[in-house]
C-alpha cells in the first residue's frame, strides 16, 4: 500500500493539534545558535507545506521536496491562497536530483528521515545534502526518537472517532530490525443523494513503515560523510536529547 495517497487530502486536519509555528521558530532558534546565515533552504520530505510556507512567509528562498504527488498537491493548493509562490518538486529524496549547489541549508522536518529505513540509504541522502551544500552550510532535521517508536508507537493501537473523519491506527515493532510497521485505516463522510443515507463512509488503507534510530548511530554517519559540529537537541529545547525524549533535533555544518 503507497504511503500519503489519499491520506494526503486528511492529513492536516488530523494533525490540526500539532503547532508548526513553534516548529518554525525552534528550526530558526537552532540556526541562531549555530551563527549561520540562511537565505535559502532546501526542504527534504516537505509534505503538504506546513514547515514550508511559513519559512516562506517570512523571506527565506525555498524549495520543497516529496515522494508523494498528492501531499505537494495540497502544499500547492495551501500556497495559491495564500499567493506565497513555492518550488515544490517530486522526488524520492533517496534519490535527490537538484540542479542548485551552495545552498545554505538543507532542512528535514516532522520525522522524514525516519521513513528512510536502510542506514546506507539514509547516509546517501547525508552525503548528498554535504555536496549541495555551501561551505558553512547547515544540515537540519529531526526525527522520532528511538525511544518514541519503540516505547510509545510501538506494538500500540490509537484512534480517534469526529464528526466527518474516523481512523484506526496499529503499530506492530519489530526490535531486531528496528522497524515499525504502520497501518492506518481511515473513514471519511462522504455526501450521498439519498436523504436516508447520511452516515455513509469511504475508507482508505495505507502502511507506514518507519526506523528506529539512536542517535549515535546518525552522528556517526554524518561525521563519515564529513559533517563538523554536530549538535543534537531534545523536545524543542536547546538542551541535549534525554533517554525519554521524543523528537530529536540534529544540526551539522559542512567545514
Not at 27 to 56: F, Q, R
Not at 88 to 111: G, N, P, R, S, W
Not at 155 to 160: A, I, L, P, Q, R
Not at 197 to 203: A, F, I, P, Q
Request: net charge negative; charged share 35%; glycine share 4%.
Amino acid at each position: 500500500m503507497e504511503q500519503y495517497g489519499s491520506f494526503a487530502y486528511i492529513y492536516d486536519e488530523l494533525m490540526d493539534d500539532v503547532d508548526y509555528e513553534k516548529w518554525v521558530k525552534h528550526i530558526e532558534n537552532i540556526i541562531e545558535h549555530k551563527k549561520i546565515k540562511v537565505k535559502n533552504i532546501l526542504e527534504l520530505a516537505c509534505g503538504t507545506g506546513n514547515i514550508t510556507l511559513p519559512l516562506a512567509q517570512k523571506g527565506y528562498d525555498i524549495a520543497g521536496i516529496d515522494i508523494s504527488e498528492e501531499m505537494l498537491d495540497v502544499a500547492f493548493n495551501k500556497s495559491e491562497e495564500v499567493q506565497i509562490p513555492l518550488v515544490l518538486l517530486q522526488q524520492d529524496i533517496v534519490d535527490l536530483d537538484f540542479d542548485l549547489y551552495d545552498l545554505d541549508c538543507v532542512l528535514c522536518a516532522c520525522d522524514g528521515f525516519n521513513y528512510i529505513t536502510s542506514p546506507d540509504d539514509l547516509k546517501k541522502v547525508f552525503a548528498k545534502s554535504y555536496e549541495l551544500l555551501k561551505k558553512e552550510g547547515i544540515l537540519l532535521f529531526d526525527i522520532s526518537s528511538y525511544y518514541k517508536i519503540k516505547n510509545v508507537l510501538g506494538n500500540n493501537f490509537m484512534g480517534e472517532s469526529r464528526e466527518e473523519l474516523s481512523y484506526m491506527w496499529t503499530n506492530v515493532y519489530d526490535d531486531e530490525t528496528q522497524l515499525i510497521d504502520m497501518d492506518l485505516d481511515f473513514f471519511v463522510k462522504i455526501e450521498v443523494d439519498d436523504e436516508e443515507e447520511d452516515n455513509v463512509y469511504e475508507r482508505y488503507r495505507e502502511r507506514h513503515q518507519q526506523r528506529a534510530y539512536k542517535e549515535n548511530e546518525i552522528k556517526k554517519m554524518l561525521e563519515k560523510v564529513g559533517f563538523k559540529e554536530i549538535e543534537i537537541f531534545g523536545d524543542f529545547t536547546m538542551e541535549e536529547a534525554k533517554d525519554d525524549s521524543e523528537r530529536i533535533f540534529f544540526s551539522a555544518i559542512k567545514r
